[in-house]
Nanobody, 122 residues
């Protein structure tokens, strides 16, 4: 019913930049929150940056000042600009849409994208 498609990952040298995009499509009436998570090899998935209900933003401490999340609400799209990338930023980055209200049924649902690999290495 809802698909999240991420793009923009790749290989970058330390200190470089990447911009991730995530577009949500399907039977969407409203998305209450949308953001980015990441999972490094052998580690648990963690929050990177997300818009929450009301429009405020949460950032992980490890990315504050380097990453910027933005969105185009009309297109149900969220972006993540990552500057000054470090090797420890290497992970699969996942987009998540929280508490999605559908046009086809009652309730609120969470959806994940398929993930995009970001590798920071010289």
């Amino acid at each position: 019913q809802v698909q999240l498609v991420e793009s923009g990952g790749g290989l970058v040298q330390p200190g470089g930049s990447l911009r991730l995009s995530c577009a949500a499509s399907g039977s969407i009436f409203r998305i209450n929150a949308m953001g980015w998570y990441r999972q490094a090899a052998g580690k648990q998935r963690e929050l990177v940056a997300t818009f929450v209900s009301g429009g405020s933003i949460n950032y992980a401490d490890s990315v504050k000042g380097r990453f910027t999340i933005s969105r185009d609400s009309a297109k149900n799209t969220v972006f993540l600009l990552m500057n000054n990338l470090k090797p420890e930023d290497t992970a699969v980055y996942y987009c998540k849409a929280d508490k999605v209200v559908l046009t086809t049924q009652l309730g609120e649902y969470d959806y994940w994208g398929q993930g995009t690999q970001v590798t920071v290495s010289s």
